[in-house]
């Protein structure tokens, strides 16, 4: 299995941009979460999703962050417009939910620089 | 979600054991302890969790107290390539886990 793949690994952008993440889960696992992380705030979790539906998205920052995940192999976060506070290694991880059942697998993350 | 309490950071010389301690005396009956790691600009990485007995796999041993009001993760023969984050997360939600500032292990030859 290739793990859970994102991209780009590298993303620099214009404020004001849009700019859209891609994830591509591991086969056959429920369960999508996208992270942020900064070095001021860590790992933060931005929103989860079960059999594609949206669960959680509570720690989405605000409204120009959005996710969709039309089907059970492919997610999106888009950022529209972007600014330079947005600037982070974005992660998607997938996992097979259910408690105890292990944790979750994460992609090597993109990071993204808002200028 | 019980909160966690590790150190900001420890040394281990390669081929020792590496002794992680987190601390979640908060915990409740239903959360489990998870430990995952970052190696410098990867994504996190699945140690190994448990709920009340001793766990053990290829990567780590997992000891939790009795009262399971801490826990420590064991790395039996440390490398230089264990150089890395480790976070220990207690909770009950598999669906959503707070990474917390977690411990810096330096491996040092």
């Known amino acids: 299995d290739a793990g859970v793949i994102q991209s780009p690994r590298h993303e620099v952008t214009e404020m004001g941009q849009e700019v859209t993440l891609r994830c591509k889960p591991i086969?056959?696992?429920?369960?999508l979460f996208w992270y942020r992380q900064t070095m001021m705030r860590g790992l933060e979790l931005l929103i989860y999703?079960?059999?594609?539906?949206?669960?959680?998205d509570s720690g989405m920052p605000e409204d120009r962050f959005s996710a969709k995940m039309p089907n059970a192999s492919f997610s999106t976060l888009k950022i529209q417009p972007s600014e330079p506070r947005d600037s982070a290694v974005y992660f998607c991880?997938?996992?097979?939910?259910?408690?105890?059942?292990?944790?979750?697998?994460f992609g090597s993350g993109t990071r993204l620089t808002v200028v | 979600d019980a909160k966690t309490t590790q150190p900001t950071s420890m040394d281990c010389a390669e081929g020792r054991a590496a002794n992680l301690p987190c601390n979640h005396s908060?915990?409740?009956?239903?959360?489990?302890v998870y430990w995952y790691r970052q190696i410098h600009s990867q994504g996190p990485q699945y140690i190994i969790h448990?709920?009340?007995n001793n766990e053990t796999n290829e990567m780590a041993s997992l000891i939790i107290t009795e009262d399971r009001k801490s826990s420590t993760l064991i790395l039996p023969h440390a490398t230089l390539r264990d150089t890395a984050v480790y976070y220990c997360?207690?909770?009950?939600?598999?669906?959503?886990?707070?990474f917390g500032s977690g411990t810096k292990l330096n491996v040092k030859p």
């Open positions: 991880a997938s996992s097979f939910a259910s408690q105890g059942a292990g944790g979750y697998t």
């Open positions: 086969s056959g696992h429920n369960s």
């Open positions: 999703f079960n059999n594609n539906v949206p669960i959680d």
């Open positions: 908060t915990i409740s009956g239903n959360e489990y």
């Open positions: 448990g709920l009340k």
């Open positions: 997360i207690v909770s009950r939600n598999f669906n959503k886990f707070y």
